[in-house]
């Protein structure tokens, strides 16, 4: 067979495509584990609008009992598996040109029963909550129940389907995932405005580039993408080679394997460098963007701030002139109704708690209470303010790192990355209000 025939250059072809689809693949998982790492971990009360990554406790004030297990969680998902096993005969030819038959054995386990609770629950931290809405993400969830049983146990048929599949063998597998009550989360998605109150929520979002639920940590999803990326990148490097010895065997005129393979390897490790440079590329870009978002919401809350301490003053102001004049005038009535009471009798003054009630303490707490909701939009504000400001350290931090580690690098030089600045306490010194109330 000539090495140039179809089917040797089919054998080829097919390798390279194959090798190139594990280089997709691989830098599918560069990419995810790049995003998690250049995402900083957010405190809930820091929460804003866009992709965010929170780590804290699953709660819920509703919690759902597990179909299996039984257990308080706020996801859960079974299945429920058979047994069965067959003989099967088949006819063959054999290399004398003669017909027979042969029996062999097939065995496997099918799904018989499976389920999802997926409600929404929340992710608690040291600041507060956020609601997560699950449907959608990519949850990884930790296994709580595994267990294997015949007909002789009563989960079989307890859990189980009433019928038997085909060629049964009357054993069932029960599985069961789920994430318990109060387990330590890790989540990454989108954070948007809820419908019903003024608050943020996690939910899928299309153009998210990832939505992730996790009983596991950072670290261990990091780790686990980096050892994808690399099983991807050398299973396409050893099937593009493999592609191009099989290309230099088959053929009848014999061939250098070395003018096969060589080729073959460089189009891989071309391929390769392209494709780092391609997503080493755009995760700079996004993150560069991260940096410049982070900064414009320290710029919001300043702004937020910068609106609510005149309101406070002029409150302040206002409710200390007032409460000023409704003394003077309460003292004047109660010395009046009283002197008419002297008058005229016990009735009359039986009014003068009455009056002394609706007119000094009512108004008094109306405006205390309108002082005070702003005094902790205020320290709300003080402390997003901070938390936006840590946000962004975190992000310019590790972006200044990647311009600074080989390969990045070289990369980030060539193409004109510049680091951002930290913030310093200076930078962002809160307001100090002092208010004076009179006498």
């Known amino acids: 067979m000539p090495a140039d025939s179809p089917f040797a250059i089919i054998i ?12 997709v693949g691989a830098f599918h998982y560069y990419r995810r584990k790049h995003l998690i790492d250049g995402l900083p971990t957010s405190k809930v009360q820091g929460v804003f609008i866009g992709l965010t990554e929170l780590s804290g406790t699953a709660e819920t004030e509703e919690p759902i009992e597990s179909y299996l297990s039984g ?15 067959r003989f099967v005969t088949e006819s063959y030819t054999d290399a004398q040109g003669h017909h027979k038959t042969r029996t062999r054995s097939e065995s496997g386990w099918k799904t018989v ?30 296994k709580i129940f595994d267990t294997t049983c015949s007909r002789g146990d009563a989960l079989y048929y307890l859990k189980g389907p009433a019928v038997s599949i085909p060629n049964s063998t009357h054993r069932r597998r029960f599985t069961e995932e789920a994430i318990p009550l ?36 950072e670290v261990a999803h990091s780790r686990q993408y980096a050892r994808r990326f690399w099983f991807w990148a050398v ?8 592609g191009a010895a099989i290309y230099s065997a088959v053929g009848s005129v014999p061939a250098s394997i070395a003018a096969i393979l060589l080729p ?18 755009n995760s700079l870009v996004r993150l560069r963007q991260r940096v410049k978002q982070a900064r414009s919401q320290i710029e919001v809350e300043a702004k937020r701030r910068y609106d609510l301490i005149p309101r406070i003053f002029q409150i302040v102001d206002a409710y200390r002139r007032y409460e000023s004049g409704l003394h003077q005038a309460a003292a004047q009535l109660r010395a009046r109704a009283e002197a008419l009471g002297e008058e005229a009798g016990e009735d009359l003054k039986g009014l003068v708690p009455l009056l002394t009630a609706v007119v000094e303490d009512y108004p008094s ?24 400001r840590d946000y962004y350290n975190q992000v310019s931090t590790f972006y200044n790192t990647r311009l600074r580690v080989i390969p990045d690098r070289f990369l980030a030089a060539a193409t004109g990355f510049k680091p951002f600045a930290l913030l310093s306490s200076s930078d962002l010194e809160r307001a100090r209000v002092e208010v004076k109330l009179a006498d």
């Not at 080829?12 to 280089?23: F, N, R, T």
């Not at 992710?123 to 969830?141: Q, V």
Request: one cysteine or more; glycine letters at 10%; proline letters at 3%.
């Open 12 to 23: 080829l072809a097919a390798g390279v495509i194959a090798g190139l689809g594990c280089l």
């Open 71 to 85: 257990a308080k969680c706020v996801y859960y998902s079974y299945n429920v598996e058979e047994h069965w096993h």
């Open 113 to 142: 029963d499976s389920g999802v609770q997926a409600p929404p629950f929340y992710i608690k931290d040291d600041t507060g909550i956020i609601r997560i809405l699950p449907e959608g993400a990519d949850i990884h969830a930790g």
């Open 182 to 217: 109060h387990a330590k989360l890790y989540v990454v998605g989108q954070a948007r405005e809820r419908d019903d109150v003024v608050a943020a929520e996690i939910a899928k979002c299309r153009n998210a580039p990832m939505f992730l639920i996790s009983t596991r940590d």
């Open 235 to 242: 299973f396409g490097f050893a099937v593009t080679l493999g």
């Open 264 to 281: 073959a390897a460089g189009l891989y490790l071309g391929g390769l460098f392209i494709g780092w440079v391609w997503n080493a590329f």
């Open 365 to 388: 707490l109306k405006a205390d209470e309108q002082f005070y909701r702003l005094q902790q939009l205020l320290s709300e504000t003080e402390q997003r303010l901070a938390l936006a």
